[in-house]
């Protein structure tokens, strides 16, 4: 249940985690709307935060590393530029976003970073009240630290009404309704995000991805499908129609789909331990077997010291049908 990025484009980036300043007087209306062409653009930051232009890039750098490099990248940089410029709403916000995903990721304890995400949070609500990222970094911890979702809806339906056109409002908001199991709402809010940044790929593998989970498995196949078709040189929607089709119990088609990852993405060494051409009952095989594999690796490193998220025991019990270990 975690957030998940993608897509290179600078706008993309912003309209993702963009902010609205708190009191935003009819200047500051005026001025957005001569510097942006729009009023209430979700693009770019409002103009007295992009007037620091060292700060502005920053925060911009830490957003684009959410994409295009790892979620600890990007926390490092919005650290940066907090203790260059504490005051920096904006900065501060992105910041609880960024502690959000790596604890929600895995790569940060949530007994760590779940307080860090409520300290950051409410540092950049007392500089900016209407700060729409702050809201929604609080909304998730409420959803996945304490499990408040009456909560944690509120909360994101604040930052959802001070900034609705940002598509990761709607992406957590998606996530809430799956919680509750409102599936429908579900994929409806993951089709917002599609509609408000259509040149962002990560909205569409959020959708197929809902869909999948709603048991739409056709409308997520032709999801992925027309994915391949628009960039054929991208390997995520081919690990994604592999973990539709395990979903469905087309084991050879999920071991193909696999394959053609690796292959897009050079990882020869990967390929090499796909089993070729077997039968449904050997690719089913060869998935338990690789989960078991898993497991024992994460065990063992565990015994050795090694902290893991609960999720990386989670899937890898999932993929066993080991329910009870699951929960």
Known sequence: MAWVAGGLLVAGFV???????????AAHAREDSVQTGKRDSALRL??????????YASYLR??????????????????????????????????????????????????????????????????????????????SREMYWRWDL?????????????????????AIRGAWFRWRGEMDSAVAEARKSVELDPLNRQWSVR?????????????????????????????????GLSDLYRTMGRMRDAI??????????????DAARLPVAPTEAEAARWFADEARRQLNTLQRRARDGEWFGAGSFANT???????????
């Open 46 to 55: 409002p103009a007295r935060y992009r007037r620091d232009t060292a700060a």
């Open 207 to 239: 959708l197929a991805r809902q869909l999948r989970l709603a048991r739409r498995y056709s409308e997520a196949e032709a999801i992925y499908r027309r994915m391949i078709r628009d960039d054929p040189q991208e390997w995520a929607p081919y690990m």
């Open 15 to 25: 309209s993702v985690f963009a902010l609205r300043p708190s009191g935003v007087t």
């Open 62 to 139: 830490g957003l684009a590393l959410r994409f295009s490099g790892t979620q600890v990248e990007s926390r490092d940089t919005f650290e940066a530029l907090v203790r260059r410029n504490p005051l920096y709403a904006p900065g501060l916000a992105g910041l609880a976003h960024a502690y959000a995903l790596t604890t929600v990721y895995g790569d940060m304890e949530p007994g760590e970073g779940w307080p860090k995400v409520e300290a950051a949070a409410h540092r950049a609500l007392a500089l900016d009240s209407a700060s729409a990222s702050a809201y929604l970094a609080l909304g």
């Open 150 to 170: 009456p909560r944690a809806g509120q909360l994101i339906d604040k930052g959802l009404a001070l900034e609705p056109g940002d598509p990761e409002a709607h």
């Open 317 to 327: 019990y999932a993929e066993l049908r080991d329910t009870s270990e699951t929960l």
């Open 256 to 269: 193909a789909m696999w394959r053609a990852s690796d292959e897009v993405g050079a990882d020869s060494a």
